[in-house]
């Protein structure tokens, strides 16, 4: 059963940082590009970074969390990361990590893009002294 298992997250300070970790099931995540989306309450869902298949070599980063966020992958443990750091007091959003996602340039894809999403099931950061 292919399965994208998330942990991490949950209530921090302004200015902090927390680690998002997306593990991967019945996959092998380096046959996709990864990434993450987050969703606020009331808001569209924003595709906020994603990763190059493979090694990894290329990344992208939506303009908010460029020099706050850093997405990156370890292969031999099957899980794709997510460090935010200097996290400004916002609204509640739940992070969603995600395979192959649309947002990312084509040329991250893998060898087997399909076009098929696998997503995992949310992790909520709250940010909040």
């Known amino acids: 059963q292919v399965q994208l298992v998330q942990s991490g997250g949950g209530l921090v300070q302004p200015g902090g940082s927390l680690t998002l970790s997306c593990a991967g099931t019945g996959l092998t995540l380096d046959n996709y590009a990864m990434g993450w989306f987050r969703q606020a309450p009331g808001k569209e869902r924003e595709g906020v970074t994603c990763?190059?298949?493979?090694?990894?070599?290329?990344?992208y980063y939506t303009n908010s969390v460029k020099g706050r966020f850093s997405i990156s992958r370890d292969d031999a443990k099957n899980t794709v990361y997510l460090q935010m750091n200097s996290l400004p007091p916002e609204d509640p959003a739940v992070y969603y990590c995600v395979t192959d996602p649309a947002f990312c340039p084509a040329d991250y894809y893998g060898p087997y893009y399909a076009g098929k999403e696998y997503w995992g099931k949310g992790r909520l950061v709250t940010v909040s002294s």
């Open positions: 990763i190059s298949s493979r090694d990894g070599r290329y990344t």
